[in-house]
Each structure stands twice: as structure tokens, then as C-alpha cells.
Antibody, heavy 120, light 106 residues
Framework: QVQLQESGPGLVKPSETLSLTCTVS????????WSWIRQPPGKGLEWIGY???????NYNPSLKSRVTISVDTSTNQFSLKLSSVTAADTAVYYC??????????????WGQGTLVTVSS | SSELTQDPAVSVALGQTVRITCQGD??????ASWYQQKPGQAPVLVIY???NRPSGIPDRFSGSSSGNTASLTITGAQAEDEADYYC?????????FGGGTKLTVL
């Protein structure tokens, strides 16, 4: 079955750009939507945004000015860039496949998550 | 932003039934999904499109909706159901999670 794995630096300095990659295995990245979700330590889940396999994107309005999600179908990977990070961006970052329809959506499966700490 | 509101904590006696609710305007027009998260683990989908259960999820988990409230019901709660539960829905502007409900099985 489809599995997702996040990768990237675990420590990012304030004001710099956080960059993560999600590798999809066991299936094609085509024909689905792919999302990033984060969870600050001890807190709830926050959707960051998604990208379709054709490259269309939708971002959380509160993060839109700092977020870029891209996809590389040749490598079955999609990526997250979050600019101008602060300590408030410290979180476990998850990638997930999102099923999207006109009135529905759900996330399944999820990656195991990767902790990114913003600190100097 | 569209807010989804959940009770922070709920408890249930072993083997009894518990309902976890999620309120929000987006739920009047969009379906809900529910996720179970155990400590140190990624969330797992337990209900999608408000009432559907993925394969592998026990049938003691069920979902429903009325008006602006979606519900996750666990009938005959087991010790392994102790976890955080999150609802999710979308609307025209984005995608929203509830604040989560910590379920304790007594």
C-alpha cells in the first residue's frame, strides 16, 4: 500500500526557510492531492496546504504568504517550503495523501511525521 | 477561517458508549472526517465522508451528522481506544481541524 516519508533538516534558524520533502512509495503520486499538516508540541493539527499531481495548490490563508508546495512526479515526491520562520513554526510536520471532492476531503495515509525546531 | 469546536476531554467506562462531537458552520454543507492519534504516533483516519469507516477500522467506530454538528461514536469502548480524536472538514476557503478531544477509557 501507499507509504509516505518526510525528510529534511530538524533544526532551522529564525528568519530562514524551512524545507521538507515527502517521498511517496508503493503507488503513483498521480491522480491524487498531497498535503502538509503540522502539529506544534502538545497542540492540535493545522492544515498547511495541498498540491495536486498536476500542480494546482491551495494554502491555509493564515500561512499563504510564506508557503510554497511543489510536486515532482518523476521522483514521486512533493515538497514544502515555509519562509521567514519563527519559534511558532516549531512543530511535527506530516505529509499525507488527501482525497478531495466537491463536498468532502480526508487524509489517508499519513507519513510518520518529522519534528522541525526553529532555534538559533 | 472556519472553526471546528470539540470538547477538550471526554471519558468513558470500559465497554460503554461514548460520543465525541464537532461543531462548525462548514459541517452544514461539507462532510467530516475523524482521526485517532495516540501519543508519539501519526493520526489515523477512522471515519471519512461523515459516516464511512475505512477498511481495518473496527465497527465499534461510527459517524453521524446533524445540522452543524458531526459526531464520532464508539460503541463498547476498549482500552486501546484511549487517544486524541480530531475532526476535519473543508469549506470554500480551506481545510480545518477541530482542536481535538482527549478520550480517557476508565
Amino acid at each position: 500500500q501507499v507509504q509516505l516519508q518526510e525528510s529534511g533538516p530538524g533544526l532551522v534558524k529564525p528568519s530562514e526557510t524551512l524545507s521538507l520533502t515527502c517521498t511517496v512509495s508503493g503507488g503513483s503520486i498521480s491522480s491524487y492531492y498531497w498535503s502538509w499538516i503540522r502539529q506544534p508540541p502538545g497542540k492540535g493539527l493545522e492544515w498547511i496546504g495541498y498540491i495536486s499531481s498536476t500542480g494546482s495548490t491551495n494554502y491555509n490563508p493564515s500561512l499563504k504568504s510564506r508557503v510554497t508546495i511543489s510536486v515532482d512526479t518523476s521522483t514521486n515526491q512533493f515538497s514544502l517550503k515555509l519562509s521567514s520562520v519563527t519559534a511558532a513554526d516549531t512543530a511535527v510536520y506530516y505529509c499525507a495523501r488527501e482525497r478531495v471532492g466537491s463536498l468532502y476531503n480526508w487524509f489517508d495515509p499519513w507519513g510518520q511525521g518529522t519534528l522541525v525546531t526553529v532555534s538559533s | 477561517s472556519s472553526e471546528l469546536t470539540q470538547d477538550p476531554a471526554v471519558s468513558v467506562a470500559l465497554g460503554q458508549t461514548v460520543r465525541i462531537t464537532c461543531q462548525g458552520d462548514s459541517l452544514r454543507g461539507y462532510y467530516a472526517s475523524w482521526y485517532q492519534q495516540k501519543p508519539g504516533q501519526a493520526p489515523v483516519l477512522v471515519i471519512y465522508s461523515t459516516i464511512n469507516r475505512p477498511s481495518g477500522i473496527p465497527d465499534r467506530f461510527s459517524g453521524s451528522s446533524s445540522g452543524n454538528t458531526a459526531s464520532l461514536t464508539i460503541t463498547g469502548a476498549q482500552a486501546e481506544d484511549e487517544a486524541d480524536y480530531y475532526c476535519n472538514s473543508r469549506d470554500s476557503s480551506g481545510n480545518w481541524f477541530g482542536g481535538g478531544t482527549k478520550l480517557t477509557v476508565l
